[in-house]
Nanobody, 121 residues
Framework: QVQLVESGGGLVQAGGSLRLSCAAS????????MGWFRQAPGKEREFVAA????????YYSDSVKGRFTITRDNVKNTVYLQMNRLKPEDTAVYYC??????????????WGQGTQVTVSS
């Protein structure tokens, strides 16, 4: 079992940057691929980015490719999402989750509580 806690969200102007963190409990964090997802108001949750267990392979949705970077630190049991050149359409609650099937199928029992990102125009 793994428990996830997201942080780092906030209000930022368009073109700005934020870095999200997802801290994981449990000794098996380094065994899992991890992903970030987001849910905007009135929309379904969507995949954003994933990183494999060792941090050597990543995968991004087309909407964030070239702007967002996912990384992980297996010593700190944390996965990060660096978000640059933010757009108003990036406004959403961001969640991290264990990736059950690479690259974008989450383990539904692993969701954290989410962190709100709001990008003003």
């Amino acid at each position: 079992q793994v428990q996830l806690v997201e942080s780092g969200g906030g209000l930022v102007q368009a073109g700005g940057s934020l870095r999200l963190s997802c801290a994981a409990s449990g000794r098996t964090f380094s065994s899992y691929a991890m992903g970030w997802f987001r849910q905007a108001p009135g929309k379904e949750r969507e995949f954003v980015a994933a990183v494999n267990a060792r941090g050597l392979n990543t995968y991004y949705s087309d909407s964030v490719k070239g702007r967002f970077t996912i990384t992980r630190d297996n010593v700190k049991n944390t996965v990060y999402l660096q978000m640059n050149r933010l757009k108003p359409e990036d406004t959403a609650v961001y969640y991290c989750a264990v990736i059950l099937v690479w690259p974008m199928n989450p383990w539904d029992d692993s969701w954290g509580q989410g962190t709100q990102v709001t990008v003003s125009s």
